[in-house]
């Protein structure tokens, strides 16, 4: 082999190399993508000219792609419920109903980030928010720090998996299946990972009390009336805003960015009804969510550029090769490809993971089969869940979970890092246990779509 066969591998070890650096990715990315370009110009074994495909690449699969407009509706959404105090008011609520619950403020937090994940796919957005709401009231609850974080990040982190997910609306682009069915598919697995957190969260607290004590002062409505009005305040307006989102996006009646859309502007009724829309508020939530849009395609773009020049060096070819040389059956295969998505969750985010290593597991997910286990028609379905599971450990695992550098950004300093670290641990093995379960047994991801589009 010469060494330009060797460049993909070094281009992708450079990658790993400049993450450690603390640079922006996306323009880390992009600049890889440029000298990558000319050292495979040097030699031989690619041209200049090709850099002009990367700009109809970026334009024709980011720019112009209407999938990808559901991102910002979203992103908005999801913004809006924080900004305007609804998102408080559901956490009251939750609180409330198990303020006598051992562990039942850490249950509301769990109840409360599974609800939040069905309004919107941004963590950032989810961690921060329950972070500055209920993390307070935990510790004054006297809650174990560990216990308490661990909650906060992993209920956090469901946005990523329950539709609409950001996340699922990227994958089907990339992967060219239909959107609606990784919602589909997404939804059981989702809810699977908030009841172990719920499980595990009530055991361990009965076990120990002394971890999660019940609310005591908490001040409550004292009658029938004053209970129902809290709930037509706080719980059942934001209730009926997913169930319009889900049903219409399930039942065929609208797409991802048309329910996308319904759910923005659903969050503005909400936040008018409520009386706390201004137009400084909706500034606001224009402002973070051009920031966040920005991050994500600039991204995008980056990414775009580096799988190209990637591809072009021959990367498809040289990855298949090592991962297909080492004898290993579909199951084996399978196996390799989630552990080698564990491991990047250590270093990378999500959108780097899904926008570099997606496309060049690809071909091998196609030659993949596992007879009756998951038909072969179901099995990029099957393998898009497996994913996204897998993905959930991405913003707890150290160095680089972002869902603890949420947390720690907005705790109190009496909450050390080293309780974030450990309070995690115990959900990061559930996710494990997660994606174990639907690897094992793929009818959790493959039932609903089969039932609603039989």
Known sequence: MSAADFLPLFMFAALAAFLFTGFPVAFGLAGLTILFGIVGNLMGVFEYIEFTNMVYRIWGGVAENLVLTAVPTFVFMGVMMERSGIAQDLLYCLQVLLKRVPGGLALSVTV???????????????????????????????????????????????????????LLVIMGDLMAVSVGNLFLAALFPGLLLSGLYFV????????????????????????????????????????????????AIFGGWATPTEGGAVGAFGATLLAIANGRFTLELMKDCCDRTALTVAMIFFVFVGATGFSYVFRSLGGDEVVDHLILSVGLGNWGLLIVLMAIVFVLGFFLDWVEITLIVLPVFLPIVDMLTFGAHVPDHEV????????AVNLQTSFLTPPFGFALFYMKGVAPPEVKLTAIYKGIVPFVILQVIGLTTVIVWPDIALWLPRQLLD
């Open 112 to 166: 409360m980030g599974t609800i939040m994940a069905a309004m919107t796919g941004i963590i950032g957005a989810s961690v921060t928010l329950m972070s500055v709401l209920a993390l307070p009231h935990m510790l004054k609850a006297k809650y174990d720090h560990a216990l308490a974080c661990g909650t906060i990040c992993a209920a956090g982190t469901l946005g990523i998996l329950i539709p609409p997910s950001i």
């Open 200 to 247: 595990y969260i009530s055991s361990y607290s009965a076990i120990r009390p002394q971890v999660a004590p019940p609310l005591s002062d908490l001040d409550t409505p004292q009658t029938v009336p004053a209970y129902a009005g809290m709930l037509l305040k706080g719980f059942i307006p934001p209730a009926v805003l997913i169930l319009m989102i889900k049903v």
């Open 380 to 387: 990029v379905y099957w393998f898009a869940i497996l994913i």
